[in-house]
């Protein structure tokens, strides 16, 4: 990734980078009209890039169906290598991937503490076990909180850290370039860029999982303020009979969507303690006390999308998060809840439905990480 680090941010090429990475492979034609650039200088750009290996010519193909046979822009896959790794309070689980953030490998560390030393070391030895023997371009760090644009966690509650110069000290330990960025902005870049979210202007993504995450992209931009990582929508309200949260709001998407929300409403009816994956799995055969509880978490869900789609009027709203599965669970809940509060005349919100590991939140952090080695800034 040297050639393109040499190009001040915000650069033509930089662009032309971004443009054939999200939505490649492109004729020069089409990315011509698509940046505003002639033809020449599109190839006196393109050529730098082609002979770093980040761009790379597809497959002939007549533009229209009609002329000389053109050979359109793309990037390589396999190339490069990028490392995510989503941090919680007792974990690091790492992917690696390449510049199309396609995974080539996992691995997961504990962490023995919450000392900052200690896990950095997990960082370390979760790297050190994905080596596989390319050069690492860029690392990302995903984590529930706040974080500074220098990469300094400003809080993160699950490891009870205030102002961890995480960013710093991981750079130090290797040499290589790190991002650090709050979970769900980076999961909402990875969308934006790799996932249901490539080459839409305007879509959410909403997060069930140990919280309720919201992150928002409006005019290709994701909205990103510090206070993102405060998770602020957890406390919005989609249930006025729900249960309280720590905070004493009631029925709160947090005292209602989270895992374990689900599961302590489920042990307070039943006094049974079941895993989030039994209580679904339950209701999925139709358990009574299981499917009162997540079809109410569905309407719950459905409430809360209705909400986003109608304040920011967006139309694609992204389900992701490792408790998504709610999602198929309680599908025609969610769908009823979205019509119960959405004017008739307006536009059918469209959903999203992304996978439920760990991966899909180290996938965004290695798309920050992409990102940032591509832009020369993040977002
Ligand atoms: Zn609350």
Wanted: aromatic share 4%; hydrophobic share 45%; glycine share 12%.
């Amino acid at each position: 990734m040297n050639v393109v680090a040499s190009f001040p941010p915000d650069s033509p090429s930089r662009l032309l980078a971004r443009e054939v990475l999200i939505g490649g492979p492109l004729s020069r034609g089409e990315l011509s009209r698509r940046l505003g650039l002639s033809v020449a200088s599109l190839t006196r750009l393109s050529k730098p890039l082609i002979e770093a290996g980040i761009l790379q010519e597809g497959n002939e193909i007549l533009e229209g169906g009609v002329g000389r046979p053109t050979r359109p822009l793309e990037v390589p896959g396999g190339t490069h290598r990028f490392i995510g790794i989503k941090l919680t309070g007792d974990a690091a689980s790492g992917v690696t991937t390449d510049l199309r953030c396609q995974t080539i490998g996992t691995a997961q560390e504990p962490l023995v503490s919450e000392a900052a030393a200690d896990v950095v070391s997990a960082i370390v030895s979760v790297i050190d076990r994905l080596d596989d023997g390319n050069a690492v371009d860029g690392i990302g760090i995903s984590i529930g909180g706040k974080v500074s644009d220098d990469g300094t966690v400003l809080r993160a509650p699950f490891l009870h850290w205030r102002d961890v110069p995480l960013g710093r000290l991981l750079h130090e330990r290797t040499g290589i370039p790190v991002t650090v960025e709050n979970d769900v902005v980076a999961l909402t870049v990875g969308e934006q860029w790799f996932g249901a979210g490539r080459g839409i202007s305007n879509f959410a993504v909403l997060t069930v999982g140990a919280g309720v995450g919201y992150g928002l992209v409006i005019n290709d931009r994701v909205i990103a303020p510090v206070d993102a990582g405060l998770g602020l929508v957890g406390h919005y309200p989609v249930d006025s009979a729900g249960p309280l949260c720590q905070e004493g709001h009631r029925g709160c998407a947090g005292a209602v969507l989270t895992m374990a929300a689900i599961r302590g409403q489920f042990r307070v009816a039943t006094e049974e303690e079941c895993s989030y994956e039994e209580v679904l799995d339950r209701a999925r055969n139709g358990d009574r006390i299981a499917s009162l509880v997540v079809k109410n978490a569905g309407a719950a869900l459905g409430t809360l999308v209705a909400a986003v789609a109608n304040l920011t009027m967006v139309n694609l709203v992204v389900l992701s998060g490792e408790g998504v599965a709610l999602a198929d669970v309680a599908s025609e809940e969610i769908t009823a809840a979205i019509l119960e509060h959405r004017d008739p005349e307006a536009a059918p919100v469209r959903l999203a439905r992304e996978p439920t590991d760990f991966g899909q939140w180290a996938r965004g952090a290695a798309a920050v990480a992409i990102q940032r080695s591509i832009l020369g800034v993040a977002r």
